[in-house]
């Protein structure tokens, strides 16, 4: 069974014009994939809780959140540790993702310190009336790629109106893009592959962790226990993880 985890930041829920473009792409990838071996959680504010970040720092120093048993985010992380593939979608407020993205990405800011999401392919979907995108597809892509996501292709739709999803051929045409994109990489057909994005990433996020051994937290015995600190580049954190099912959970 193939999972494909996606979260939109969106509070119209079923009626979000994000999640009825990423559910084109999903059915779409359905009709491709044979056997139909698919298992698809999607979720948003409609459909789960989450907290607001209280800024304790305990997810960064001990490796666990206390909200996650109060809400729902601990369900959201087991989910998105299980996918083969990720989506996040967001509309596109104020020139910035939306509050309900933020406070999902606040959540797992810590994920972001440890590649936590290494080796799995990625796409980001974004809609907005024209304004902001070129600063919020950015920020998707720093963000995902510090949690060691492979953001393979981002759409950023410009949409007024649901009608496009099937007047304008240029959206059309990227929906297709991204399914088949996606398909490629649940088959095996394409593998993830490092960049110098990710490089860059990588060795920054080494140097800092590295001035942890002499006072080690959560963060620097996860990175040490799960041989992170062995590997020089991400490529090599690609290739030794490809051949784990997944990193060590580390008690602190």
């Known amino acids: 069974m193939r999972n494909i985890f996606v979260y939109v930041g969106s509070r119209n829920g079923e009626a979000s014009k994000t999640l009825k473009i990423i559910n084109e792409i999903l059915k779409k990838v359905y009709c491709l994939v044979e056997d139909k071996s698919l298992n698809i959680s999607v979720f948003h504010p409609q459909n789960?809780?989450?907290?607001?970040?209280?800024?304790?720092?305990?997810?960064?120093?001990?490796g666990k959140c206390p909200l996650d048993s109060t809400d729902d985010?601990?369900?959201l992380k087991s989910e998105m540790l299980k996918a083969d593939f990720i989506i996040f979608g967001t509309p596109i407020y104020a020139?910035?993702?939306?509050?309900?993205?933020k406070v999902f990405f606040d959540r797992i800011s810590y994920w972001m310190h440890l590649l936590r999401l290494c080796g799995k392919p990625a796409i980001?979907?974004?809609?907005?009336?024209?304004?902001g995108i070129s600063f919020v597809s950015e920020y998707l892509y720093i963000a995902m790629s510090f949690l060691g996501l492979k953001v393979i292709k981002q759409l950023n739709a410009a949409i007024f109106d649901l009608s496009q999803l099937e007047e304008d051929n240029?959206?059309?045409q990227e929906i297709d893009?991204?399914?088949?994109?996606?398909?490629?990489?649940?088959m095996g057909n394409k593998k993830v592959e490092s960049d110098k994005t990710m490089e860059v990433i990588f060795f920054n996020l080494k140097k800092a962790i590295i001035g942890y051994?002499?006072?080690?937290n959560y963060e620097y015995l996860f990175w040490k226990n799960n041989g992170l600190l062995e590997c020089k580049t991400f490529n090599e954190l690609l290739q030794k993880k490809s051949m784990l099912k997944d990193f060590n959970i580390v008690e602190f």
């Open 213 to 216: 051994e002499k006072m080690p």
């Open 48 to 62: 789960s809780y989450i907290e607001r970040c209280r800024g304790c720092i305990s997810c960064f120093f001990y």
């Open 177 to 186: 893009n991204c399914s088949r994109s996606i398909y490629e990489y649940l």
């Open 124 to 131: 980001a979907v974004t809609t907005s009336t024209g304004n």
């Open 170 to 172: 240029l959206l059309k």
């Open 95 to 101: 020139a910035n993702v939306s509050g309900d993205m």
């Open 73 to 75: 985010m601990g369900k």
